[in-house]
C-alpha cells in the first residue's frame, strides 16, 4: 500500500503545483486535450459563428438589448471554457441562417437536427441534448387525442423551421399539417380549433409557460426523441473535434442542472429545498424586525389591489404571503390610495418594500430592486378601427394614455421620446379614453388589461400590438438597507416552478361563485389568450358579440400574414408594394423592375413525389430567394409554383443579372426525395413611363411564358413599351 500512497502523494502535489502554475500565468483553464492542429486552428479562427433562430426558446433568448441567453449560450460557454475556443451564436430568421451557413457567411448552426441534405456544406457534432417529444391539446383535451391513433385526421401545427416535428406529424396520418412561425402562432391555432394538437419538444410549453397559460395540457409522451446537434461548416473539421470534445468533457452533474435550469417542468426533478441559509448579519437584521412595512398599487389587478375588506390580494400578495413564509416575518400594510402615494411613502422612508415595482432610473435614487419574479410584455390596446401593429416605432408619435406614475412612462418615454401621454388614475380610466377615441391606445401589461376585459365586459377595445418592452416585476426594497434586499433575493429563489405556475394558473383563470359556466368559461379563454397573444381578439369578439366582424377579421388576416407556407410575402402585400413603387416611379422618375418565376414541372413534382415534397420544393425556393436579394426588395409568393420580386432602384440589366443568379441557385438546390434538379423560368420587366401595375405585370408574365415556351430553366427579358414622339 505505501507505494500505492506515495503515487498518489506525488500525483496530488503535480497537480497542485499545476494549478498553482495555471493560477500564476493567469491564462483561463483547458481541461481538454486538443491536438497541435486543434490548437492553430483556435489561433486562426478567434471566432466562430453558429446561427439560430431566434423564436427557439428555451434554447435560444435574445434580451431586448441583444443578449443571448439560453440552454444553448450555456453549453457553448461550457465548451468554450473547457476548450479554449470561442464559439459564438448569431441569431436570426431559421431560413435566412440556413442560407447564410450554406454560403459560408457564417460557421455552422445551432439547435438543429441531423438533416441528410445538409451534408453538402456542414458536419454534425455529437448530440447536445436529447429531449422526449410530447403530444399537446388543448384544456380537457375536447378530441380525446390520448393514443397515437387518435392524431388519424386530425390537424398538428407545428413550428416553421422544425423538420423533427414535421416529419414524425406525417407520421400519424393526419388530415393536415400547418406550420406556425412562433410558438405563439401555435397556440392561435389551437385555441382558435384551426389546429387539434401539436408536438412539444421543450421549446412550446416553456414559452406558453411563460405567460403562465393554462389552457393547455400534455396528452401523452412520444417514442420519439429530439436530439439537437451543432453543425459546422464541413470544410473545418478541426473545429468539429473541438466541438466534440468539449461536449464530451461536459460532466454528467453540469448537464442535469442545466437541463433543470431550462426545461424544469412541475414534479420532473423532485420537490425544490425551501430552506434558506442567512449570513450572520442578515439573522441579526431580521431579528430587528417585528414587521416589514409595505405599500401596494391599490388598484392593479389581477396583480394587486386593496380587497373591500382591505386585504392585500392579487398574484403579487401570493408570492409575498411565500416569501414571508420563507424569510419568517410578516408584511405590514401601509394602505394607500394610489399607486403615486406608495411612491411618494417609499420615498419618504414610510414603508420598506414595493412588491410590484418595475425598475426605473428615477426609482434606484431611493431603492434597489430584487431580482424579477414575474414578467409581462408591454402592450397596447386600441379601438376596434385600428389595425394589428406589427412595428410599434411606426405609431410611437401618437397619444396614449398610462396610469400616473408607471414605469411605463419613464420607460416609454426613454425610447419613444416622440411619443404623448396622458396620465390616467387608473386601467379602466385609461381603456374609457381609448373608447372615447380620446387617445390612440391604452399601454399596459397583458394580464392588467385582460382583467379589466373580462370584469367590465369590453367588446370595443382589443390588444393591437405589443411594444418590445418587457415588464420585470420585482420587489423595491429602500436602497439603505441592504440586508432586507438580500434575504428577499434568498426567498425569491426558493419559489419553486409548481409554486409560480399555481399562483399564475390561479390569477389567469377565470372563477364564478354562481357554478360554473362551460360556455363562457372557454369564450373567455379565448378572449385571454389573445390578450396575452397579441393575434386572438378578433376571435373573442367573433364567438362573443358581433359575428359582422368575421368580415374585418378575414381583411386583416390578408393584410397581415404573409405565406404561412413559404414565410415570404403573400399576393396582398405584393399588390400594395407594387402599387407604392409605381407611384414613387412615376413622381420621382426612379427605376425598378419585376422578376417573375415559376418552377419548372412543379405538378409532375407534386403527382410524383406527393404534395409534402412540393411543399419543401417551395420552402426551399423560398429561402434561396430570401437570402439573395437585397433587403430593400421584396419577394412573395403571387400564386401556386410562382413567385414575385420587387426591386427598387433597379434596371432592366440590374434586375436580369439578379434574375440568372437566383436561376444558377436553385439549380443547384439538392433534394433528398427527389430525383434530378429542380429548375425555375424567369421572366424580367423594367418600368416605362406611363406604365400601370397590370401592364408591367402583363409584360413580365409574358417574358416568363417566353421562358417556358423557350427551353425552360431561362431568363427572358421584356421587350420596353416604345412611345411614339409627339
Known amino acids: 500500500m505505501k507505494p500505492i500512497s506515495l503515487a498518489l502523494g506525488c500525483l496530488f502535489f503535480l497537480l497542485l503545483c499545476s494549478g498553482v502554475s495555471f493560477a500564476l500565468e493567469e491564462k483561463a483553464p483547458v481541461h481538454v486535450q486538443l491536438t497541435q492542429q486543434e490548437r492553430d486552428f483556435i489561433k486562426r479562427h478567434s471566432v466562430i459563428v453558429l446561427g439560430t433562430d431566434k423564436n427557439w426558446s428555451p434554447y435560444v433568448l435574445v434580451s431586448q438589448d441583444g443578449t443571448i441567453r439560453g440552454y444553448d449560450p450555456d453549453v457553448l460557454s461550457r465548451v468554450n471554457s473547457l476548450t479554449g475556443a470561442n464559439f459564438q451564436l448569431r441569431t436570426g430568421n431559421w431560413a435566412q441562417m440556413l442560407a447564410m451557413a450554406e454560403a459560408r457567411l457564417i460557421d455552422g448552426l445551432s439547435t438543429s437536427a441531423v438533416v441528410p441534405g445538409r451534408r453538402s456544406f456542414v458536419n454534425f457534432s455529437k448530440p447536445y441534448v436529447e429531449i422526449q417529444k410530447r403530444v399537446v391539446v388543448p384544456r380537457g383535451n375536447p378530441k380525446h387525442i390520448e393514443h397515437p391513433d387518435d392524431l388519424e385526421g386530425k390537424v398538428l401545427v407545428v413550428q416553421e423551421g422544425n423538420a423533427s416535428s414535421e416529419k414524425i406529424a406525417h407520421q400519424f396520418k393526419p388530415s393536415k399539417v400547418i406550420t406556425a412561425a412562433s410558438p405563439q402562432a401555435m397556440l392561435d391555432a389551437l385555441i382558435t380549433g384551426n389546429a387539434d394538437a401539436t408536438l412539444d419538444d421543450g421549446t412550446f410549453l416553456y414559452t406558453i409557460r411563460q405567460f403562465g397559460l393554462p389552457f393547455l395540457q400534455v396528452a401523452f409522451p412520444l417514442k420519439e426523441k429530439l436530439q439537437l446537434v451543432f453543425s459546422v461548416r464541413n470544410d473545418w473539421p478541426e473545429a468539429l473535434s473541438i466541438l466534440d470534445k468539449g461536449l464530451a468533457a461536459i460532466s454528467a452533474k453540469e448537464k442535469k442542472e442545466l437541463m433543470e435550469k431550462w426545461f424544469s417542468i412541475e414534479g420532473d426533478y423532485g420537490l425544490q429545498d425551501n430552506t434558506i441559509s442567512f449570513t450572520e448579519n442578515e439573522i441579526t437584521y431580521l431579528s430587528k424586525l417585528s414587521s416589514i412595512p409595505m405599500c401596494i398599487d391599490p388598484n392593479w389587478m389581477p396583480y394587486e389591489e386593496l380587497s373591500k375588506q382591505g386585504k392585500h390580494v392579487g398574484l403579487i400578495a401570493d408570492f409575498m404571503s411565500i416569501i414571508s413564509a420563507r424569510i419568517g416575518k410578516p408584511f405590514q400594510l401601509v394602505k394607500t390610495q394610489n399607486w403615486t402615494e406608495s411612491l411618494k411613502n417609499a420615498h419618504e422612508r414610510k414603508c420598506a418594500i414595493l412588491p410590484g415595482a418595475v425598475p426605473t ?94 370584469k367590465n365586459g369590453m367588446v370595443d377595445v382589443k390588444i393591437s400590438g405589443q411594444i418590445d418592452i418587457d415588464y420585470n416585476i420585482t420587489v423595491g426594497v429602500r436602497n439603505d438597507a441592504p440586508e432586507l434586499l438580500a434575504v428577499i433575493n434568498k426567498a425569491i429563489g426558493t419559489i419553486s416552478t409548481a409554486e409560480r405556475q399555481t399562483i399564475l394558473s390561479h390569477w389567469l383563470m377565470v372563477r364564478y361563485d354562481k357554478g360554473f359556466d362551460y360556455s363562457f368559461f372557454w369564450k373567455f379563454g379565448a378572449v385571454i389568450a389573445a390578450v396575452l397573444l397579441l393575434v386572438l381578439y378578433r376571435y373573442m369578439i367573433i364567438t362573443r358579440y358581433n359575428k359582422q366582424l368575421l368580415a374585418m377579421n378575414a381583411q386583416l388576416d390578408i393584410l397581415y400574414k404573409t405565406d404561412r407556407l413559404t414565410g415570404v410575402s403573400n399576393r396582398y402585400m405584393l399588390d400594395e408594394e407594387l402599387g407604392k413603387e409605381l407611384a414613387r416611379a412615376e413622381r420621382y422618375n426612379t427605376p425598378f423592375a419585376l422578376i417573375m418565376l415559376d418552377i419548372d414541372k412543379f405538378k409532375t413534382i407534386n403527382d410524383t413525389y406527393g404534395h409534402y415534397s412540393g411543399d419543401r420544393v417551395l420552402q426551399k425556393i423560398a429561402e434561396v430567394l430570401v437570402a439573395n436579394i437585397r433587403k430593400t426588395d421584396l419577394v412573395g409568393r403571387w400564386g401556386g409554383e410562382e413567385f414575385l420580386i420587387i426591386c427598387p432602384q433597379t434596371n432592366l440589366s440590374g434586375a436580369k443579372q439578379l434574375a440568372e443568379h437566383l436561376r444558377e441557385r436553385i439549380e443547384a438546390l439538392s433534394f433528398t426525395d427527389i430525383k434530378g434538379n429542380v429548375t425555375a423560368s424567369f421572366g424580367v420587366a423594367a418600368y416605362v413611363q406611363s406604365d400601370t401595375s397590370e401592364k408591367l405585370i402583363q409584360r413580365t408574365d409574358a417574358a416568363l411564358y417566353g421562358a417556358k415556351d423557350a427551353s425552360r430553366n431561362c431568363v427572358v427579358v421584356a421587350e420596353a413599351e416604345i412611345k411614339p414622339e409627339l
Open 361 to 454: 432610473p428615477k426609482r434606484r435614487e431611493y431603492l434597489n430592486f430584487s431580482v424579477p419574479y414575474v414578467s409581462f410584455p408591454l402592450v397596447v390596446a386600441t379601438g376596434l378601427d385600428k389595425v394589428f401593429i406589427e412595428d410599434f416605432s411606426t405609431v410611437a408619435d401618437q397619444t396614449y394614455a398610462i396610469v400616473k406614475d408607471y414605469a411605463a412612462i419613464e420607460l416609454l418615454r426613454q425610447k419613444y421620446p416622440e411619443m404623448r401621454i396622458v396620465e390616467v388614475a387608473d386601467p379602466w380610466s385609461g381603456l374609457n379614453k381609448v373608447r372615447k377615441n380620446e387617445v390612440f391606445g391604452y399601454i399596459d401589461t397583458v394580464p392588467s388589461i385582460g382583467y379589466q376585459f373580462q
